[in-house]
């Protein structure tokens, strides 16, 4: 395809295109940059010449000391977006150079460029010991980010109706892991509606994913897709860990935070995004210091950043398929479904839990194309106008309702018991009882859905659980929220005891730890700890995770001290 180059106020404007720009392109003085000198090395490139590439793995931070770097934006369909031009005294990164990933924009030299290259490992080493200096840059970076976003130009693009439930599932997941995208319907966009000729692609093959080096998957996988545009790296097994965390919701991400800037080696798995559960919350407001409320999304984002300023190796999304606890060569290992084995001295165990999926006759069917188990902004699009059904009494649900609420017609909420006080807080039931659009219909449960021959959502069936008549509502969309069972599958057979409902047990509530001090959030097998929702007796609210997640950095200190010391 022949290159788009598409103009952007970003050229000649930039206050304009960038609303805080002086804090999104800081201009460094010669006094800072010297400073930063121990930190790198000089690079030189001639006019022309590419100093990083999209999709190809970005060497680092650079500092510009002469010339001028043009930065510009492109997608797998050939489209060219100038972004911005840096001269002398700005840098060139993105938060992903934290961690050496993949680059997001292209940068060329405009004539002979000198610069300092900064790699990844140097630059968190920069951010920690100046720490003035290093929060400019920090919020610079994060803020880099958040404009190629908001962009909607560069990254993969996403051809396929908005309407596709396989759209917003792949939509969903690339917001959620924060990777720039943006989606083209081929029913009104010419180069999409071209694009799906070209490869002939049947409805079970959209969405097609152009990646920025112009591969295309048809619907692909989250994993496959992770791959594709390089944010998986390969290199983890080559390691040996200090710490394995395994799940990246609240717990998990403080384990990671807390140890990382303890000078522990991390390495955190989660299966699909950062955040878990509480990632997808619209909007949690019950957590210390935050007054107005935050999003389940921005709390976990500024966790990620966090871990990753301190060093912490994100293998998102990878899903460890299980756990060696036999330590034949003195660590644990982790295998993980993309064949490879992971080692660490210790692990922690904060996989959450799983959505529970109600026996609801053909939900599988319409898994991801009308039934859903959390509630976004994408999902409200596709709600926008129209009636829900949204399952569940709890905190999930009532937020989920709520915020729903501001974009269906009508929110029917069904209920198996009688009330919501026993299960909701307060403040939720007072937002639904006042919002004219959430109907409540208690002593109920869904039966089954049905849809159309085009596969997707059409009609939710239910009963009262106090008649046998059944009733429907002609809906597309329908919202679970009915609790979630423990994701410990991946540890069978390593020893770590699990309680009747399949949660971990740890401190001395284990038959295995009687007549021993344990730390309390360690299992029955040493060097196995557990924190967050996952572990049995936790009180599954996103502040306590975060304080276990904190708490058992000090337990892995103790353990990987004695683990140390020579037998006798």
Request: with cysteine.
């Amino acid at each position: 395809m022949s290159a788009d180059i598409t103009a952007s106020p970003a050229i000649g404007a930039p206050s304009t295109a960038f609303p805080r720009y002086e804090q999104t392109f800081p201009a460094l003085s010669d006094h800072e940059i010297a400073r930063m000198r121990r930190f790198g090395e000089l690079r030189t490139y001639r006019d022309g010449e590419t100093l990083f590439e999209t999709g190809k793995v970005g060497p680092g931070m650079f500092v510009v000391l002469s010339g001028t770097v043009a930065i510009t934006q492109r997608d797998g369909l050939g489209h060219i977006s100038p972004v911005i031009d840096q001269g002398p005294g700005q840098f060139l990164a993105e938060i992903g150079q934290l961690s050496g990933r993949v680059a997001l924009v292209d940068g060329h030299a405009e004539g002979d460029v000198e610069t300092l290259l900064i790699p990844p490992e140097q630059l968190r080493a920069l951010l920690v010991a100046e720490a003035e200096l290093g929060e400019r840059i920090m919020r610079a970076l994060i803020l880099r980010r958040v404009s190629l976003i908001q962009g909607g130009v560069g990254g993969p693009v996403l051809i396929g109706s908005l309407s596709l439930g396989d759209t917003a599932r792949l939509q969903n997941f690339l917001a959620r892991n924060g990777q720039p995208h943006h989606v083209l319907d081929p029913a009104t966009d010419k180069d999409a509606a071209d694009l799906v000729a070209r490869y002939s692609a049947s409805r079970a093959d959209l969405p097609l994913v152009v990646c920025p080096d112009g591969n295309v998957l048809r619907n692909p996988s989250e994993t496959s897709l992770a791959l594709a545009v390089g944010m998986i790296t390969n290199h983890a097994h080559e390691k040996l860990y200090d710490v394995a965390v395994v799940g990246g919701g609240p717990a998990g991400l403080a384990t990671a935070v807390y140890a990382a800037s303890e000078g522990l080696s991390v390495a955190v798995f989660d299966a699909r995004a950062f955040g878990g559960q509480a990632g997808a919350s619209a909007r949690i407001e019950n957590y210390l210091g935050f007054p107005t409320g935050i999003s389940g999304q921005a709390l976990a984002g500024r966790a990620y950043n966090q871990a990753q300023k301190f060093g912490a190796e994100m293998l998102i999304p990878v899903s460890v398929r299980s756990l060696d606890c036999s330590q034949r060569d003195g660590a644990f290992a982790l295998a993980t479904e993309c064949g490879q084995s992971l080692r660490a001295k210790s692990i922690v165990v904060a996989s959450g839990a799983r959505y529970r999926r109600p026996e609801i006759e053909n939900l599988d069917a319409f898994e991801g194309r009308g039934v859903w188990y959390w509630a976004s902004p994408i999902e409200a699009k596709l709600c926008m106008g129209q009636d829900v059904v949204l399952v569940g009494g709890g905190n999930s649900a009532g937020q989920a309702a709520v915020f729903l609420s501001g974009h269906a017609r009508k929110v029917y909420m069904i209920i198996r018991g009688g009330g919501l006080g026993a299960s909701m807080s307060r403040y939720l039931i007072e937002r639904i009882e006042a919002a004219p659009n959430i109907e409540l219909i208690f002593n109920a449960e869904v039966i089954a859905v049905e849809g159309g021959e085009d596969g997707s959502l059409e009609r939710v069936r239910w009963k009262s659980r106090l008649a046998p008549e059944q009733h429907s509502f002609d809906v597309r969309n329908l919202f679970l929220f009915v609790g979630a069972d423990p994701a410990t599958h991946w540890l069978d057979g390593c020893g770590v005891t699990l309680d009747r409902a399949g949660f971990v047990v740890t401190g001395a509530q284990s038959e295995q730890n009687l007549g021993r001090p344990v730390p309390p959030l360690e299992t029955s097998v040493p060097g196995v700890f557990a924190v967050g929702d996952v572990r049995s007796g936790s009180v599954k609210r996103v502040g306590g995770a975060i304080g276990e997640g904190a708490q058992v950095v000090a337990a892995l200190h103790g353990y990987l001290v004695d683990a140390m010391k020579p037998a006798l």
